[in-house]
């Protein structure tokens, strides 16, 4: 009988290891000093280490989910879709928003959560451009500043889309934190960062230099579901990546994940 | 077979075809109707599944969301240092910037109408915290309004999914209606169908079991009422057909037997005939202790009558004799052409003394009957007979004994009866 068991466990094991697929995966950082470091040694003192713990965390549930055997790279945002379409990668996760052009280059997952767009700068600064601009500041109103975003983000595109009409001066950064830095040193006005890591950066800084200018946005681009993008031809892997989505939201495990990490959960 | 008549009458399958087809036009329609139902049903399902739920699904979580607004502005009144009051603030942005917040127009207005309170509330807490507690109240309309939505959020939820179930109901319940309606139908063609068979089908089929069960020469030709379809016309009519063939067959055997059994001239039975009812007839008497009695006659000089008017004149007393023979015994009497001009005969319920009797008288009349011969001429013919009593022997050892009493009548001089001793 025990023989009989030995062998089914041995033959389920080898299934297993058989049919383990090896993935390599990325995971954006949001400071320079994370590039290439593993998720459980990342400094927790680094501006973002949160949000890459959290992102990090969710992408090895999902891997240990759809049974993959995964290698993690952590890289700046900007590195990730051409990683992916060069093959360098499997999956990204770096929350990315849909965009036409994004949608010819990549596959998306289904929705991991959902975000918007919102300003950060000085509340001096902020004072300044309202009376400047005769209104409050906003992203509809903003006229002759420096705004920074991250490098190939949306927020980065429609900056540029925006720029010459509205005199604003773009300057991207490869990690949310340097865009930060950026207006911490007066090197930009404002910087159009998605809610969340604009969140957990600003509510972070000791200092407190910062707060959310204007409303938040979600038009052009700028918001909705955010998600995790695999090259356009591996629709297998992006079944199983979606299934393991809807199982670790249907049980709880996506809960517990964004509550290990986050104050409030937002769905 | 088919006949000019039956060209009238429609054949059962035909009948039940056409019968077949309007029940399956009736019931695919019935069919048709309820596939309308399960559409709507299906609909209904799938609309709740993929439009309505997540909708549901959707105020559900901007509910909490806003929920949460509310918590974490209470937080920020709540809280003793400023630091822990901008992290609360930073929470109600973090909030009131989520997509389920802005694109629902009521709830964006309402959070960004907060979010300015409680960036206001806490910029002058800053220079005053005693601000904190002139605010609050203020707060807690602000606080209540949020409330106030958040339920409103989930009773529009929940009624969003109402309206699909009181949809699917309505559906049900015409589905039910339908089904019903299905379940008349089909029934009432059952009974239809049963009726019909037992008016056309059942019930000729047992007249017809019975008139053939019945089916006698004897009894008159079966009559059968008019019937609608063509097959069981066509086997009443078979069963009339066959009856007439019955009725005729009969006949030609009755005909064939009395030719196999009676002596062509004489018209009496022959021997082989006599024999085997003879036969019957003494076995039946021994059984029963019955006298019968049986002789054996032969004409007198017959050959010689022959001889001098020829074999015509011969067979004209052979029947003269027969004729008068037929007069004179009863019906129950057995009589043959034994062979040439010699006659046997059975007495069944007679004794030797009335056989006698009836014999004698017999041979006395026949010798005083004047024969009118084909020439004109009259003759008359005596006959000599051999009686035995055949209660209680065989019939071949009566009948040799009877043949044994005739030899005795000749030899005695002819014309007369001679009873043969009785047997040791």
Redesign the interface.
């Known amino acids: 009988m025990s023989g009989i068991r030995a062998i089914v466990l041995i033959t389920a094991l080898l299934s297993g290891l058989l049919q383990a697929a090896e993935l390599k995966v990325a995971v954006v950082v949001q400071d320079p000093a994370q590039v290439s470091l593993q998720g459980n040694l990342l400094p927790s003192s680094t501006p973002g280490a949160d949000l890459v713990a959290v992102t990090d965390e969710l992408a090895r549930e999902i891997c240990r989910r759809i049974k993959a055997r995964c290698s993690f790279s952590h890289v700046p945002f900007a590195e990730i879709l051409p990683g992916i379409e060069e093959g360098r990668f499997d999956l990204g996760f770096g929350n990315f928003l849909r965009s036409p052009e994004r949608e010819k280059r990549v596959a998306y997952s289904d929705p991991l959560f959902r975000s918007s767009s919102r300003l950060i700068g000085k509340p001096a600064t902020a004072r300044t451009f309202a009376t400047k601009l005769g209104q409050p500041v906003s992203l509809a109103s903003l006229r002759g500043a420096r705004v920074a975003a991250l490098e190939g983000s949306q927020q980065q595109a429609f900056l540029d889309g925006i720029a010459g009409e509205r005199e604003l001066a773009v300057l991207a950064t490869s990690t949310t934190a340097e865009a930060l830095d950026v207006l911490r040193k007066n090197g930009a006005d404002f910087a159009l960062l998605p809610i969340r890591t604009g969140y957990a950066l600003i509510s972070r800084d000791k200092a407190q230099h910062f707060v959310f200018v204007g409303p938040a946005v979600t038009a052009h681009g700028l918001g909705d579901a955010a998600h995790i993008v695999l090259a356009k031809q591996k629709n297998a892997l992006r079944h199983a990546v979606n299934q393991a989505i809807a199982e670790i939201k249907a049980d709880g495990t996506y809960l517990r994940i964004m509550q290990r990490h986050f104050p409030v959960f937002l769905d | 077979m088919a006949t000019a008549d039956n060209q009238h009458r429609p054949s059962a399958g035909k009948a039940f075809a056409i019968l077949a087809g309007v029940f399956a036009l009736l019931f695919g329609a019935v069919v048709a109707l309820l596939a309308v139902t399960q559409h709507r049903v299906l609909d209904a399902a799938e609309r709740l599944q993929r439009e309505t739920v997540p909708e549901i699904i959707r105020f559900q979580?901007l509910a909490?969301?806003l929920d949460?607004l509310s918590h974490?502005g209470e937080r920020m009144f709540s809280s003793v240092t400023p630091?822990d009051r901008?992290?609360a603030l930073?929470?109600v942005?973090?909030?009131?910037?989520?997509?389920?917040i802005?694109?629902h127009s009521q709830a964006a207005v309402m959070a960004?109408d907060t979010e300015a309170y409680l960036v206001e509330t806490n910029r002058l807490a800053m220079r005053d915290p005693a601000t904190l507690r002139m605010r609050y109240p203020e707060w807690l309309r602000i606080s209540q309004r949020i409330n106030l939505l958040v339920d409103d959020l989930l009773v529009q939820g929940a009624n969003l999914a109402t309206t699909d179930l009181n949809d699917m109901a309505d559906a049900m319940r015409a589905a039910r209606l339908k089904l019903l309606g299905a379940l008349i139908l089909v029934g009432g063609f059952i009974l239809l169908l049963i009726a019909l068979l037992k008016q056309h089908l059942i019930r000729p089929l047992q007249r017809i079991d019975h008139a053939l069960s019945s089916l006698d020469v004897g009894r008159p030709t079966p009559e059968f009422p008019d019937s609608r379809l063509a097959e069981i016309h066509a086997v009443e009519d078979a069963t009339g057909r066959l009856h007439k063939a019955m009725v005729s067959n009969e006949a030609a055997r009755r005909e064939l037997e009395l030719l196999a059994n009676r002596d062509g001239l004489t018209g009496l039975i022959n021997r082989r005939h006599f024999m085997v009812n003879a036969e019957a007839e003494i076995r039946r008497a021994q059984r029963y202790e019955r006298p019968i009695v049986v002789a054996i006659g032969d004409l007198d000089y017959f050959k010689r009558l022959n001889d001098t008017y020829g074999h015509g004149a011969g067979d004209v007393v052979l029947r003269t004799f027969a004729g008068l023979l037929s007069e004179s015994v009863r019906q129950s009497d057995l009589v043959c052409r034994y062979g040439g001009e010699e006659f046997a005969f059975l007495f069944p319920e007679s004794t030797v003394e009335q056989a006698h009797i009836l014999v004698e008288r017999f041979r006395q009349r026949f010798a005083e009957h004047d024969i009118q011969l084909p020439s004109g001429l009259l003759v008359r013919v005596t006959i000599s007979i051999g009686l035995a009593d055949a209660s209680h022997c065989p019939l071949d050892i009566a009948l040799q004994r009877a043949d044994y009493a005739l030899y005795e009548a000749k030899r005695l001089g002819r014309n007369r009866v001679i009873v043969a001793a009785e047997a040791d």
């Open positions: 979580r909490r969301n949460q974490e630091e901008q992290q930073f929470l942005m973090l909030v009131a910037s989520h997509p389920s802005l694109e960004r």
